[in-house]
Structures are given as C-alpha cells and as structure tokens.
C-alpha cells in the first residue's frame, strides 16, 4: 500500500520516512503537479541505475533534474539568460519541464550521447517538503503503463510496482496530464510536449 501524505499540508514525519529511504539510494514514486513519478537522490549512481532498471531504460533516454527553484536549477545549466529567468519566474514553480545545455554538475551517467538536461520546479508540497528536507535534488522519470498512458491511482501503482521501488507515496488519483516541455538549450525555444502548463504564459513562441 502507498504512503498516504496530505497533498495540502505534508506531515513532517512521513516527509521524513521518505528522505530516509532516498538517503539509503532507494527509489521512490512521488505525486508531482502534473503525474507521478520515479525519484531518487541525485547523488547515487546506484539509485540512478536501479531507476533506469525499474523503467526498462538505458542512459540514452532524458529523465528530468526536480529542483526547489531556479537558483538550483542555474546549477544544472550553462546559464540563464536574463529574458529566461524572467520567464521562468513568471511561470515557476509549475506543469514545465525546461530543457537546457547541461553544466558539468550534471551527473554523467545522465548526459550518454546528450548534452543537454531536463529541469522542473513543481508546484506540488509533497516534492517540495522533501527537497527541503533531502537537501538535494532528485532525478526524475513520470510513471507509466504504456508509451502514452500514465499511471495515475496511487494503489495500483503500488500494486503494478511491488517489489521494484521502495516506497509509493500517495497524494491522490492524480490527472492525465504531463508538464509542458520546452526546450531552450538552442537560440530558438522549440516546444517540444504541450501538456498542463500554459504555453502562451510563456510568451516564448
């Protein structure tokens, strides 16, 4: 069964039992803004690989950077222009997923044939609760059934993944609806997904 945590207001202390298992290189499902998601801390190769191992992937595919706010993102980039940041702050946290050239911050095993990193501040408490928490950022994949269906009911993404991640956490049935990705690592912006967040806020295209 999931780890229920109030979506509005997380309890501390299960807050806290999620860390825990993040801090041991676990793999977690978390709610997000938009879909649930795959999660473990940035700092473990080994998570990062068990990650890639639950999701049937190999370093080739983009996963994306969960941060608190874009000074952490700037870490993970080259540089954020003034007219970017400007952006960025008007629509963050929020359903975006901004792609970017990577700096040397970013962990190896995610840039194999790429040079370029996914970033997302959510706006959802739960993720926010534990960044703050964890004291570092998480790498991230949604959850899905198929290429194009996400799996959105807490319980059964514990049932459909029993024995594979650490831990679920439920923060309700969640929409299907993913995160907007833009990306902004070329002179042009290139949308590259419409999803929930709202592409003309963006004021880029």
């Not at 109030?6 to 997000?32: C, F, H, M, N, Y």
Request: glycine share 6%; aromatic share 6%.
């Amino acid at each position: 069964m999931p780890l229920h945590i109030d979506p509005i207001e997380p309890e501390s202390w299960l807050v806290a039992r999620v860390v825990q298992v993040l801090k041991r290189s676990g793999v977690v499902v978390l709610p997000t803004d938009t879909v649930y998601a795959f999660a473990c801390a940035l700092s473990s190769r080994s998570a990062i690989e068990r990650l890639y191992g639950v999701k049937g992937i190999s370093g080739t595919k983009r996963l994306s950077i969960l941060v608190p706010d874009i000074a952490t993102a700037s870490r993970f980039t080259r540089g954020i222009t003034n007219h970017l940041f400007r952006v960025m702050k008007r629509v963050l946290p929020g359903p975006y997923t901004f792609i970017f050239q990577a700096s040397q911050e970013v962990p190896k095993i995610m840039l194999h044939k790429r040079r370029t990193v996914g970033l997302r501040i959510p706006d959802n408490a739960i993720v926010q609760a534990v960044l703050a928490e964890l004291g570092e950022p998480l790498l991230s994949s949604s959850v899905r059934n198929t290429a194009e269906e996400f799996l959105l009911d807490p319980v059964l993404i514990a049932d459909t993944l029993a024995g594979q991640v650490d831990l679920v956490v439920g923060g309700g049935v969640l929409v299907n609806e993913p995160s907007t990705v833009v990306d902004l690592s070329e002179d042009e912006p290139l949308l590259v997904r419409r999803g929930k967040g709202d592409v003309a806020a963006l004021e880029l295209f």
